[in-house]
C-alpha cells in the first residue's frame, strides 16, 4: 500500500478515514484509448480495463465492493488518495482520457443491515419508530 505523509502538509494529512472510490468510465472512451494488442479478436477487449483497476486498487490496500467501488481497508488521508490518484494516472495513462468521474468518500461507522433481511429479524413493531417527518433545519444567522 502506498502512502504520504509529511510533516507538514496541513489539512491533506488531517482527518484520516477509510475511504470509498468509486470510478464511472465512458465505454466509448475506453473503446478508442484501452491499448488493444494487434491479434486481440474480442470486440469487447476494452473491459479489460476494469480488472486493470482492480488489480492496482487491490494492491493499494482497497477491496472491491462491487463493480467499480472500492473501499480501503486501512485509514487515508487525502493526500494519501491524492497521490494514489496521481499513481494510478501514472500507471494506467488510458484511464484519464476515459473517466467520467472518480470520487472518494469518506466512510464513518459500516453497520450491516443484512439481519433486517433474514428470517430471525425482528417484527417491524419491535423496532424504532422512524419519523414522519424529517426535522426542519434550524436557520442560522448567516442565512
Not at 494529512?13 to 465505454?27: A, P
Amino acid at each position: 500500500m502506498y502512502s504520504l505523509r509529511p510533516g507538514r502538509c496541513g489539512v491533506l494529512c488531517s482527518m484520516g478515514s477509510r475511504k470509498q472510490i468509486t470510478f464511472d468510465l465512458s465505454q466509448d472512451a475506453l473503446r478508442q484509448r484501452y491499448p488493444r494488442k494487434e491479434t486481440a479478436q474480442d470486440p469487447q477487449f476494452f473491459k479489460r480495463a476494469y480488472k486493470d483497476i482492480q488489480r492496482f486498487m487491490e494492491s493499494n490496500g482497497f477491496e472491491r465492493r462491487q463493480y467499480s467501488v472500492y473501499v480501503s481497508t486501512e485509514e487515508l488521508t487525502a493526500l494519501d488518495v491524492a497521490v494514489l490518484t496521481q499513481r494510478m494516472a501514472e500507471e494506467l495513462p488510458w484511464l484519464r482520457h476515459c473517466v467520467r468521474e472518480i470520487t472518494a468518500t469518506n466512510i464513518g461507522a459500516r453497520h450491516s443491515l443484512l439481519g433486517l433481511l433474514r428470517d430471525h429479524a425482528p417484527p417491524a413493531e419491535l423496532l424504532p419508530p422512524v419519523p414522519k417527518e424529517r426535522p426542519k433545519k434550524r436557520k442560522t444567522q448567516e442565512q
